[in-house]
């Protein structure tokens, strides 16, 4: 278990006095490895933590300082998912007392009660300030005695490895003490925010280090290859930092940096390099007085932890007494020829899969389940024998390939198995494997169990039917949505770019346009991208909503588009309701007027430039305002180039609900989705109703318009269809829709020979199959490729899923700087050189992010999830960083967060999560 180290900030004027709960030792420093006398009682502090208090002792103690120590309860843990009812009761005694002595000082009234005398020894002056202060920063810290004893076992194990490596990339041997801070030394950590292995690597610095991780392998994970990649990143960031230092101080000191670059693997190099750059190469000073939001307690911690470590280590006689040392590791190397599936490594070799899976903890999953082979050219560890090895690989070399057996019909379930995991693995969607096995709503399923796959075509016909998708010819049996999942787009988009509402309904033979094809589309128009343009203002100047332009050019809700690039503008068409009569209308010109929009709580100018389709630029010009101008609720802004019906649709909002109308005022944390599947109508036809967008924000006190008479659609949660099954759909949105026309399904949108009934599974927020297609495009009559970016990726990635061999050709197609730092949902073009290459991308990027939420399920799951409301200042990363989650784990729960920025009075969901117990 990785063990948090919160550090002191330091206040000269009020350095607090020592105390007896904590011991002092006699640390043996070097001058590479300095320990400065005002780090030295936070060390001691650290020694007792690691060595003197087991796991079950709390220690009550000050956080700012935490060698101030109230109080140590034996017996009693902290907690694991917060402090326990009684240690907050613990904490409050204390800080009440502590409150009671400020204010005795402050009357001039005499300590006469032995605690209190006892805990004001603890500070050096008598100051009520700091007592209140003190009195607000207690903490509780759980002791790690045994837990350090389990370390020391995995290091005799893992030490060898760590300091051969050490040895080899010419750092100091002492570095190898920096995993227990870590990580206790254990090669299978994972922690809350996705950092793992003995090392603790992030999935994006893993790709930056050059460890892999993907389908079948994670690097991370093996103790040599993780050291080799520390190894780089200790180097990497003393050879920055010394360049940084030697600007402020040009005879710099190694063992000056020392401390930087210890600092530095848990805070940045590049955060470690602002802070020399800002106040010269001096750690106290720079721990007295640098100040950022992230430079926070366990940075400042960080090298007085690792200090602690590397003394109880070098003394664990001292305080373990006789304590088990874990055997070295050793083991013969053989480099695979061929790709080889593990059954056949372990019936070749004659070894057990326990074993197998000891020496090569790199492997995932995929691999140890039979899911993916391992890959020719991987070092295979395998247990040292007499005489070698060399036979038994002479075999496995001589024996023809594996055949792919694609995906197969059934599959037994195995310990640690997820549905979507098995679904990602043999690439099926993870709904079609719920759905025909009727797993239910949270889908569990068995050791064991036998699953059966709905049919897939194989990799080659996928190929075909994507390497030109087109338009579609309406068959009999065809609906919408089933149209839609074939080709991979969402079924509002399906509808969007074929000028087709809910309502419509298909007539056999009809062409259907697919989103983000590059066809000719029977004479419609196309736009060169100016620079200055908007999405939803070249919609508007087309007469075509800007949600069919954003699925007609395969776009985010966000519209990001760039200069020179083609868009497509589809032709409007009508389809009258209930017949199979497809009328056709010429599209005019779109006249526009000018509005007048009142400023509502949430609204910014841009957001509402998006929402109204016009520049955001122009809106700003048109109102003397500039890109940083705060805009206040109830100001009034003059809008031109609105739309008439953005227009009229607006003015119907002011005017409230008519008589004929029922309507809903909006309350904090409401969402148009669940708003509309309340009063059981879809979330489609409420959006258009109130000229919203999926984009759109509602907030508290708003009214919306509820079309018709809601009172008698309100859902029922046990609607029969003919064959007595529950009939259930899910919108794009997530919201869940019933059916209620005298229990049979909805016809709205499907062929007229087939009534459709989709999934009746809900699936949860991390099994959910997410879109992460490469959208095609074009600019300057080129077919181009983009992405947009998600989180834990990087060019690296990119590189490695198109097989580039590196990332110059990224860098130049887009124009990146070395120094730029690539942003969740930034735009990125791809150098792409026929469609086979997409469609390996899409199956290794889908993969990855697969193998992410598969490992964090293993460590952790959500017990709960809570709503928190966006304040300003408020970012993704930061909430991300204050709730100790993964941020693709909030936008998992947040999807909307993949296309637009959270703004204040935005109601996000928050996971709440706990160690899976073993």
Request: hydrophobic share 35%; aromatic share 8%; with cysteine.
């Amino acid at each position: 278990m990785v063990v948090a180290v919160f550090l002191t900030w330091f206040y000269p004027a009020d350095q607090s006095a020592a105390h007896h709960l904590v011991k002092h030792h006699k640390l043996k420093c070097s001058q590479y490895f300095p320990c400065p006398d005002a780090l030295r009682q936070r060390i001691y502090f650290w020694i007792d933590v690691y060595g003197r208090w087991s796991t079950n002792d709390a220690i009550l103690h000050d956080a700012q300082r935490p060698h101030r120590v109230y109080k140590i309860i034996k017996g009693k843990a902290c907690g694991t998912n917060g402090n326990t009812q009684f240690i907050k009761k613990q904490k409050r005694q204390i800080r009440l007392r502590l409150e009671r002595i400020a204010t005795l000082i402050e009357r001039k009234k005499t300590i006469t009660q032995a605690k209190d005398k006892h805990y004001l020894s603890m500070f050096s002056g008598r100051s009520p300030a700091v007592l209140r202060r003190a009195a607000r920063n207690l903490r509780c810290q759980s002791g790690n005695k045994d837990g350090f004893r389990n370390a020391l076992r995995r290091f005799g194990t893992y030490g060898p490895i760590v300091r051969r490596v050490l040895k080899d990339a010419g750092l100091h041997q002492d570095i190898q003490y920096l995993p227990f801070v870590e990580s206790s030394y254990n090669p299978e950590a994972y922690s809350r925010v996705g950092a793992a292995g003995m090392w603790q690597i992030m999935p994006r610095t893993a790709r930056v280090l050059g460890l892999e991780l993907n389908a079948i392998l994670d690097e991370r994970l093996d103790p040599e290859a993780a050291s080799w990649a520390a190894a780089r990143y200790l180097k990497d960031s003393r050879k920055t930092l010394t360049v940084a230092a030697r600007s402020k101080k040009a005879n710099v000191s190694n063992s000056e940096l020392t401390p930087f670059v210890i600092t530095s693997y848990n805070y940045g190099v590049n955060g470690m390099r602002r802070a020399i750059k800002k106040l010269g190469p001096d750690f106290l000073t720079v721990l007295n007085r640098y100040q950022t939001r992230k430079f926070r307690i366990a940075v400042k911690n960080f090298y007085a932890g690792f200090l602690a470590a590397r003394h109880v280590a070098r003394n664990a006689s001292r305080f373990f007494g006789s304590y088990s040392k874990g055997r070295p590791l050793r083991y013969d190397t053989i480099m695979l020829r061929n790709s080889a599936s593990i059954d056949r490594i372990r019936v070749v070799f004659g070894i057990s899969l326990s074993r197998l899976k000891s020496l090569n903890p790199a492997l995932t999953r995929f691999v140890w389940h039979g899911w993916r082979e391992i890959p020719g050219g991987y070092p295979l560890r395998l247990p040292l024998r007499q005489g070698g090895w060399a036979d038994k690989i002479a075999y496995l070399h001589s024996l023809p390939p594996e055949a792919d057996r694609g995906t197969p019909k059934r599959y037994t379930v195995r310990s640690g198995d997820t549905a979507c995991a098995i679904a990602s693995a043999f690439r099926v969607k993870c709904r079609d494997l719920i759905d025909m096995n009727r797993l239910g709503r949270q889908a569990v399923i068995r050791v064991g169990q036998s699953l059966q796959f709905p049919l897939r075509a194989s990799w080659k016909r996928q190929l075909l039917s994507r390497a030109d998708p087109g338009t579609y010819t309406v068959a009999p049996g065809d609906t919408v949505c089933g149209i839609a999942q074939r080709y991979g787009v969402k079924c509002r988009a399906l509808l969007a770019a074929n000028g087709l509402s809910s309502g419509s309904v298909l007539s056999v033979g009809r062409k259907m346009v697919i989103p983000g094809a590059l066809v000719e589309t029977g004479g419609g128009d196309t736009y060169t991208v100016r620079k200055g343009d908007s999405a939803c203002g070249v919609a508007s100047r087309y007469g075509v909503s800007c949600d069919t332009l954003l699925a007609a050019n395969e776009l985010g809700q966000r519209g990001l588009i760039f200069p020179g690039q083609t868009l497509r503008i589809p032709r409007q068409q009508n389809t009258a309701r209930g017949t199979g009569t497809q009328q056709s209308s010429t599209r005019k010109a779109l006249k526009t007027i000018m509005v007048e929009y009142r400023v509502k709580k949430g609204d910014s100018a841009c957001g509402i430039a998006d929402r109204l389709g016009v520049n955001c630029k122009a809106l700003l010009t048109d109102n003397g305002l500039g890109r940083r101008s705060v805009i206040h609720p109830g100001q009034k802004l003059l809008v031109s180039g609105v739309s008439e019906d953005i227009a009229k649709a607006l003015e119907s909002t002011r005017k409230g609900p008519a008589s004929s109308e029922s309507s809903y005022t909006v309350t904090a944390g409401d969402s148009v989705c669940e708003i509309a599947y309340s009063r059981g109508v879809s979330c489609d036809e409420l959006l258009a109703f109130n000229g919203l967008q999926m984009a759109s924000i509602i907030v508290p006190g708003q009214a919306l318009r509820l079309p018709g008479n809601t009172q008698n659609r309100r859902p029922s949660s046990t609607v029969s269809g003919a064959g007595g099954s529950k009939l259930i759909s899910a919108d794009d949105s997530g919201s869940t829709e019933f059916s209620s026309k005298q229990g049979q399904p909805d016809t709205a949108g499907v062929a007229s020979s087939e009534v459709e009934t989709p999934s009746s599974r809900v699936i949860e927020p991390l099994d959910q199959d997410i879109a992460f297609r490469v959208q095609t495009t074009e600019r300057g009559g080129e077919r181009v490729y983009r992405i947009n970016v998600e989180p834990g990726e990087t060019l690296g990635h990119y590189s490695d899923w198109l097989r580039l061999g590196g990332i110059a050709a990224i860098r130049e197609l887009n124009g990146i700087q070395e120094t730029l730092n690539l942003q969740v949902g930034d735009a990125l073009l791809l150098p792409v050189s026929n469609q086979t290459q997409t469609f390996a991308f899409d199956q290794r990027r889908l993969e990855y992010h697969r193998v992410l939420v598969e490992e964090f399920k293993e460590h952790f799951e959500v017990h709960n999830v809570q709503q928190y409301t966006i304040r300003p200042g408020d970012s993704v990363w930061r909430l991300a960083s204050s709730f100790e989650l993964p941020v693709w784990l909030i936008m998992r729960y947040n999807p909307e967060l993949r296309t637009t920025l959270p703004i204040a009075g935005d109601i996000l969901r928050i996971p709440l999560i706990r160690k899976r117990s073993t």
